[in-house]
């Protein structure tokens, strides 16, 4: 089976799964099918597949992940002792962990093609996360406060590990309270990663987004919080900070020399 009859069964399986979409043509166009492929993945809720989906779907984001182009610390430079900027698409990193800024209800993003790093890692991790999450947020019995960590597996990702982490949302001015939320981020990103003997961890830029976070004052805590985690633990892991954005870069690059 190549990836255009990988592609094709997945398709099929999942819109006779939702009846909704049951009678939705499926395209003749490849980026077509990329596009409802995804969507359809998305939208799906956190229930269990049969083996042969998921061991269709594995096949299929393997070789999709890979023709990304897989990236790993030895092709990043490091900027000062352990830690390192790389500015790219975080679901091609073959690190540690990477982190994934996840909303309160932990399971990833619903919305069909989103291009928020939620959907991003949900997406070609495959449905297995979603699951994951589900049934370790069902076991909490509420939903993941701001400021905390938890971590999962990668499943089809290039990675070891994925920690989800809330971000503060700043709707207004950026208070105290914002800050010391978003300093707790990256503290329970680095001490769960440690707990696990992760040995390197690639940060996006948590709560700069959607969440409103100013990404100058954002960056800056991130690098302070990392530089006094290490300081103070004495901790070995590799930092990345991973950035999409040529201001974000800026900004690490000029709080990093």
């Not at 990833?108 to 991790?125: F, K, L, M, R």
């Not at 329970?188 to 940060?203: P, T, Y």
């Not at 004052?217 to 901790?235: E, G, P, R």
């Amino acid at each position: 089976m190549n990836q255009k009859d990988r592609r094709r069964y997945l398709i099929e399986h999942l819109l006779k799964e939702q009846q909704k979409y049951a009678k939705i043509q499926i395209p003749v166009d490849s980026n077509e099918q990329k596009i409802l492929l995804r969507s359809l993945m998305n939208i799906r809720l956190p229930e269990e597949a049969d083996e042969e989906f998921l061991q269709i779907q594995d096949a299929y984001l393997s070789e999709v992940n890979e023709n990304k182009g897989i990236v790993t610390i030895a092709d990043m430079d490091e900027i000062q002792s352990d830690i390192y900027i790389w500015k790219g698409d975080i679901t091609r990193l073959q690190v540690g962990a990477i982190v994934n800024a996840a909303n309160s209800g932990m399971t990833g993003c619903y919305h069909p093609c989103h291009n928020c790093i939620d959907n991003c890692i949900h997406t070609y991790a495959g449905i297995q996360l979603r699951t994951y999450c589900n049934d370790m947020m069902l076991k909490q019995g509420y939903e993941e406060p701001t400021g905390q960590a938890k971590i999962t597996p990668a499943f089809n990702l290039p990675c070891d590990y994925v920690i989800h982490t809330v971000g503060p949302i700043v709707q207004g001015i950026l208070t105290e309270k914002h800050e010391r939320l978003l300093i707790s981020c990256y503290e329970s990103c680095l001490h769960i990663a440690d707990e696990n003997e992760v040995k390197s961890i690639a940060f996006c830029c948590i709560s700069t987004g959607v969440f409103s976070f100013p990404n100058n004052i954002a960056a800056k805590l991130a690098v302070q919080t990392v530089k006094k985690y290490k300081a103070d633990t004495n901790s070995k892991i590799k930092v990345i900070f991973n950035v999409f954005k040529e201001d974000d870069e800026r900004f690490y690059k000029q709080l990093l020399g």
